[in-house]
């Protein structure tokens, strides 16, 4: 049996994510479309799946035939349900991104971090297939997911994740996203690092803004 004090505060956690969540719509109709087409892709034969999903990725191919198209439609695809473990963390990054500065600049800061990171990688790609560093199949290679955007949010929202937890938030964030790409150095990890450096950038000038703003009304009050 579940100890009482786990099963608790497992209770709790639950409970205070669903608070967290519950009002943002851009968090779960984000994460209701890439759920359903998970369970789409996950229902039709493994090479109908292979297939879409490579039409669906950012590779160098496909950005050159289509950009716009699969820019906004990999955002949306997971390659497999194990990938769908990151839908609950993304619910809460993108709710809590949303109850601070609203719905229109939360989808821009995760459209800057997926959009950004992949046509940065897209450049080092072509770079190296040009320069004989790498073989030009890996101008097909799949890179579909949610990541990308996520860890542009999760950057984001730092300064928003309170104080006592900030420290080992931030150290959570980085080990993720950064510590595969010192062990195990793919141009996926070097897209995850892009993104938080992106989302980083974004926080510290909603900061600065923030801040702008705030002694405008205090100068606006004493006068």
Not at 22 to 37: F, P
Not at 77 to 98: E, G, K, R
Not at 182 to 192: A, D, E, I, Q, R
Request: charged fraction near 10%.
């Amino acid at each position: 049996m579940i100890h009482p004090q786990f099963r608790n505060a497992a209770l709790r956690l639950g409970s205070a994510w669903l608070n967290a969540v519950r009002r943002s719509d851009v968090a779960i109709v984000y994460a209701g479309i890439v759920t359903i087409v998970a369970v789409i892709l996950s229902l039709v034969p493994d090479r109908v799946h292979d297939s879409l999903v490579l039409s669906s990725s950012t590779n160098l191919e496909n950005l050159r035939e289509h950009p716009l198209l699969v820019l906004a439609v990999s955002a949306f695809v997971v390659a497999s349900w194990a990938s769908l473990w990151q839908i609950p963390f993304l619910m809460l990054a993108y709710a809590t991104a949303q109850r601070w500065v609203g719905r229109v600049a939360t989808i821009f800061v995760a459209g800057l971090g997926h959009v950004g990171a992949t046509l940065f990688v897209s450049v080092l790609i072509s770079s190296g297939i040009t320069h004989g560093q790498l073989a030009r199949s890996v101008a097909r290679t799949s890179d579909v997911g949610v990541s990308y955007g996520l860890a542009c949010v999760a950057a984001f929202i730092a300064s928003q994740v309170p104080h006592r937890w900030r420290l080992l938030y931030l150290a959570v964030v980085l080990t993720y996203f950064v510590g595969p790409l010192l062990l195990s150095p793919n141009f996926t990890y070097v897209g995850h690092v892009t993104a938080l450096a992106l989302g980083f950038g974004l926080a510290l000038l909603a900061a600065r803004a923030a801040a702008v703003e705030h002694d405008r009304l205090d100068h606006g009050v004493e006068r």
